[in-house]
């Protein structure tokens, strides 16, 4: 393999029309470069010389240091119309490789799985409230295959095809849809687009449940009351004193809108809980099933109402949701 000695670094100023966006794939984060992983032909990336393999250096000034997440990237790429971006070219590999290098990539990309690709939360657990991922999947098993809803100008998981898969584990009601293939995304028809126009695999950020809490709570034997009431899948009240209340869950301390409201469970144990579930003794059969342990997620109700009614609408909003039958 032969490289080059001289690191080239070069700089464009990009103007970017209103409505149109760069193009950019982007690719690594936390300790791992910044790059350009694809450029859509015919977009103001590609008009303007960005090619795939560059390391982006920096945006207006911002460094992308070795602590530069995903997001942070992406959000520096959207803060302006007016872009100055620094990168730099890969080491140049002499032409006897390249065949065998394009050969590895494309085994590679067809050898890839609908899996996590990137974990953004500095070590949290992918299941854990508030983490920011990255996943890949297939073209295929993206589109159509999943149910969006637009709330308070974002995008968020209400439910997904449950006889795929490849979608297995990948997704969680509630959670927040922040780009697609790198762009920044608020509508539905926006992330469509996009994951229509996208050649093989589409990658999501995603935020995970940001809007929920997560209490988890621990009774001395099997008989003893858990101290709250349930209705539906509401959590109508909680007994002074008893377990839910010393493990700090309160009625309607939720928040959504800027007002308080009651919560809605939407898992059990991580479990998920379809937002369509209007049986109390399922609830129940769920949180009991764990003996003594139990740890249940909750959402604002308020928010779980406008996720539901959207998926309703759904022409096949039975394969979208667990449990949609209970």
Known sequence: MMVSQEDDIFSVTIDVPHGERLGLLLA?????PIEIKTVQDGSVGSLSGLTGGLQIMSVNNIIFAPTTTHHDAIMALTSSNILNISVKRKPVISENRIEDKEKTLVDAEENMDDKEIKDMSYGVKKTDIGATLSIYLQKRHAL???HLVEVSSSLWVSGWNQKEPALTNKFHVGDQLLSVNGQPVTTVPEAHTIMEMTPSGVELLLKRMPLAAEYKMHRQKESEDWGMQIRQNRLVDVIHGGIAWTAGLQPFSAEFADKACSWAITQV???PVSVLC??????WNKINS???????????SEFVNLL?????????YETLSPDHEK
């Open 278 to 283: 209007r049986s109390t003794d399922v609830i």
């Open 290 to 300: 764990g003996k003594t342990d139990v740890s249940i997620t909750l959402q604002p």
């Open 308 to 316: 539901s009614n959207s998926l309703l609408e759904h022409p096949h």
């Open 269 to 271: 144990n991580r479990y």
């Open 28 to 32: 690594g984060g936390v300790d791992t």
């Open 144 to 146: 159509n295959n999943f």
